[in-house]
């Protein structure tokens, strides 16, 4: 049998599929002349009830959010927005981080540079460094249980980084898929709630309903400040128009129900398990090895010693049953794991504990036979 430590898809069991399906059986009931035909055209931001409620769900303004399809359309719209007319077109990203929006802000120029993630955030002293030589279009960053290392950003760090956005005149993309899946501890602030502090920070922050409620809804999102709605909604209509009218809808009425904050519930304990077992697992059989312990999220990741390539390694984990991802692919170009390690991201949201500890079992034997 073969162990998947590859996608972080959210396991069916955390899918509250009959109750969507109920919500939405009931809206085609009520409404279904409003769900099947266009959404108003001219800078529509999205659905006004879902607004709405994510206003309410995030204590903003719902005239701050715009809606999208998905986290992903997010950034390839936010993409094409701040670097349409930014000079030098310089993108800074954590190292490693999430390899999906690397290819979407090169696909739209972005220069990508990586700047060293350590166990608590950015490395802001080298973060420092970089901006004094070249001011970036934007800085990326997912501070919470980040895809793809498990790493949370410091309250401090969190502080200092919209400090020096104010200082250089920067936008910091904060993407927060996972934030709600906090199994332990208190949530550090969002960076978005801290720019609002701090005169000339600029912060746009990027949801999305797919770890909490489904992905299939496809429903994302951005919290931004005014004006910047409406010039996605421009881009947006001039491509896909908008959202699907009906799945926006069933999101709202999702949280209007009280369905999603059930779920996010639901599915932090259905995690908390897995997340101990993996943690457990990881100390016992590759010892001190990890980046970090998450303290949520879906990820634990580790720069595993070898003394071979990691197309080796990778060839040797298949023929051993274990499904990986290439951890370098998470590293921009210009960045890269420590030397004489392999970067691997850990998955363990959709293995019980007895599977997750097998797989890390084979890992080790296979990294040991390729050195």
Known sequence: MTVHFSRGIPPLEAIPSAAIAELTGA??????????????????????ELRDQLGAFHSVDPDRIFVTNGSLQALDLLAAHLLKDAPGKQVLAEAPTYDRAVQIF??????VSGVPLRHDGLDLDILRERLRTEVPAFVYVIPDFQNPSGVTTSEEKRRELVRLSAEFG???????????????GAAPTLLGELADLVDGARVLTMGSLSKVLSPGLRVGYVIAPPGVPRAL?????????????????????AFA???????????????????DAAVEAVRKVLG???????????????????????????????AGSIALTRGSAFYPADSAPPAGTVFLRLPFQALGGEEFAEGVARLAEVAQQAR
């Open 27 to 48: 809206i085609l009931s009520s409404e279904p002349d409003r769900v099947f035909q266009y959404a108003p055209i001219g800078h529509h931001t999205g659905d006004r």
């Open 233 to 253: 909604a421009a881009l947006a209509e001039s491509t896909y128009l908008s959202p699907a009218p009906l799945l926006q809808a069933v999101a709202a009425r």
């Open 170 to 184: 920067f936008t910091i993309l904060e993407d927060i898929p996972y934030r709600e899946l906090r199994f332990d």
């Open 288 to 318: 001190d090895v990890a980046l970090c312990v998450p303290e949520g999220g879906y990820y634990i990741s580790v720069h595993l010693p070898v003394r071979t390539t990691e197309e080796k390694l990778l060839a040797a984990a298949s």
């Open 106 to 111: 090169e696909r739209h120029g972005g220069r």
């Open 257 to 275: 129900s009280g369905l999603v904050r059930q779920n996010i519930e639901k599915v932090r304990k259905l995690l908390r398990p897995r997340h």
